[in-house]
């Protein structure tokens, strides 16, 4: 299987308001584990924080779940963070960016390390974050997973909700135009 590249049918998402109360939230007082070792405090950050959220990355070793590209919004993953990558000396002159999804973060280094990710990748494996600001998810294989979404915050305060983010590799790019606007 080839993660980095769509397919051309792939389902979008619709927008079902699962993100409408976030613009103005202010992150909770939130310590999520980060591959470099580190444990992060979102709401601590200064300044602009660009904090995208996905579903899960696969690997090219792994089987995707059963109906994984017929989900609409899951399929992306590697897409979404390479364009992250590949803008990121853009974005850096406006924000600190993250990655976040509920894998672990030993999982998460190979992500990091196989796409040459120059910004850290960060795990709520215990859905922190959907507890405290209700965060879209779904299920699949029994499995819970983090809808994709990409929130800019100013300080600790939600100034930006993507939801929903679709084409996936394309939100970066979106990203840098709101800064530059």
Not at 24 to 29: F, I, Q, R, T, V
Not at 57 to 83: K, M
Not at 156 to 169: A, S
């Amino acid at each position: 299987m080839i993660l980095d590249q769509l397919p051309a049918d792939l389902p979008a998402p619709e927008d079902d308001g699962a993100c409408d109360h976030l613009l103005g939230a202010s992150l909770p007082n939130i310590h999520l584990p980060s591959t470099n070792g580190d444990t992060i405090n979102i709401s601590r950050q200064t300044g602009f924080t660009v904090i995208y959220i996905y579903p899960m990355t696969g690997r090219p070793d792994t089987t995707l779940p059963d109906g994984w590209e017929s989900i609409p919004g899951a399929r992306g993953c590697t897409p979404q963070s390479c364009s992250f990558r590949d803008l990121h000396d853009e974005i850096r002159q406006f924000a600190n960016l993250y990655g976040l999804s509920s894998q672990e973060t030993d999982y998460q280094h190979e992500a990091k390390s196989r796409l040459h990710l120059p910004f850290e990748l960060l795990s709520d494996h215990s859905f922190l974050l959907k507890q405290t600001l209700s965060l879209p998810t779904f299920t699949v294989e029994g499995i819970q997973r983090y809808k994709r979404l990409t929130l800019i915050l100013k300080d600790d305060v939600i100034e930006k909700v993507f939801y929903p983010v679709f084409p996936p590799d394309e939100n970066a790019a979106k990203v840098l135009n709101w800064f530059k606007k």
